[in-house]
Nanobody, 121 residues
């Protein structure tokens, strides 16, 4: 089994910052992409940022210049530094890892349980 555990969510005032963390454990040979997604009630889950095994990053246009994604492969962790947060970014945030459990096996996607981020005005 593979488990992803998130931390760092909570309540912050508009303009403030939060740092989310996600760590994977279990049957892991290698990790390809790591990413962060968010979903508000009644909406589709959307990509916030992702990072590949070589460190290449992608960001949603709405967060460029404010959020930074980073990874530590040895620790099997991904981080999301969120700065200048806006009330409309009050959402549940999910981490996702693409993981190989054995050397010649496929990459499968695994999701964290979600962590609530609330930005007050």
């Amino acid at each position: 089994q593979v488990h992803l555990v998130e931390s760092g969510g909570g309540l912050v005032q508009a303009g403030g910052s939060l740092r989310l963390s996600c760590v994977a454990s279990g049957s892991i040979f290698s990790i390809n992409d790591m990413g962060w997604y968010r979903q508000a009630p009644g909406t589709q889950r959307e990509l916030v940022a992702d990072i590949s095994s070589d460190g290449s990053t992608n960001y949603a246009d709405s967060v460029k210049g404010r959020f930074i994604i980073s990874r530590d492969g040895a620790k099997k962790m991904v981080y999301l530094q969120m700065n200048s947060l806006k009330p409309e970014e009050t959402d549940v945030y999910y981490c996702k890892f693409s993981i190989k459990s054995m050397p010649r096996g496929p990459h499968d996607d695994y999701w964290g349980q979600g962590t609530q981020v609330t930005v007050s005005s």
